[in-house]
T-cell receptor, first 113, second 110 residues
Framework: SAVISQKPSRDICQRGTSLTIQCQVD?????MFWYRQQPGQSLTLIAT?????????ESGFVIDKFPISRPNLTFSTLTVSNMSPEDSSIYLC??????????FGQGTRLTVV | GQQLNQSPQSMFIQEGEDVSMNCTSS?????WLWYKQDPGEGPVLLIA?????ELTSNGRLTAQFGITRKDSFLNISASIPSDVGIYFC??????????FGTGTSLTVIP
């Protein structure tokens, strides 16, 4: 498995502001992903974080709204920019170690008011 | 992206009962995964299946990789209150992309 620390665990933010979520893993991982999970729903992939290069975004998600960094093999950040109430959700970091098993952080519960 | 269909969507059972849920896909997968998500937490991996027809257990949990590679099943025996949560299936072929099920919400009544 992997020990994944995601910060903050929750936050309440004003609309129009931005929040940066951090994901730190205890050792090197192959893939890092960011998901959004709206209340009562399944997981939706936002993007794959690529080390040293631009993230690969899924349809419906853009870099200006969700900039992502991955400076090394154990750390990534997701920023939710210019927030609106529709961005209220759980944001999850997920990693793999070269195999077919994905592991998740504890999530960041974001409320935008 | 593709979303896998899970059923049932929710279950309310008495403590001690067995639980069965399944997950189906229109595409084949090389690996099936089952996760449990507690409120306010991230999903936790319960069982991973790598071969069609494989039956794997983890304590009171048993999961099977369907022979067609388009489905998987999870059984929980003798349910207890801490089994409460949302169970998600996931499929992957390369480990570079994962497709998640719609989730099954389990409530265990003491």
């Amino acid at each position: 498995s992997a020990v994944i620390s995601q910060k903050p665990s929750r936050d309440i933010c004003q609309r129009g502001t931005s929040l940066t979520i951090q994901c730190q893993v205890d050792s090197q991982v192959t893939m890092m992903f960011w998901y959004r999970q709206q209340p009562g729903q399944s997981l939706t992939l936002i993007a794959t974080a690529n080390q040293g290069s631009e993230a690969t975004y899924e349809s419906g998600f853009v870099i200006d709204k969700f900039p992502i960094s991955r400076p090394n093999l154990t750390f990534s950040t997701l920023t939710v920019s210019n927030m609106s109430p529709e961005d209220s959700s759980i944001y999850l970091c997920s990693v793999t170690r070269g195999g077919a098993e994905a592991f998740f952080g504890q999530g960041t519960r974001l409320t935008v008011v | 992206g593709q979303q896998l269909n899970q059923s049932p969507q929710s279950m309310f059972i008495q403590e001690g009962e067995d639980v069965s849920m399944n997950c189906t896909s229109s595409s084949i997968f090389n690996t099936w995964l089952w996760y449990k998500q507690d409120p306010g937490e991230g999903p936790v991996l319960l069982i991973a299946l790598y071969k069609a027809g494989e039956l794997t257990s983890n304590g009171r949990l048993t999961a099977q990789f369907g022979i067609t590679r388009k489905d998987s099943f999870l059984n929980i025996s003798a349910s207890i209150p801490s089994d409460v949560g949302i169970y998600f299936c996931a499929g992957t072929n390369t480990g570079n992309q994962f497709y998640f099920g719609t989730g099954t919400s389990l409530t265990v009544i003491p």
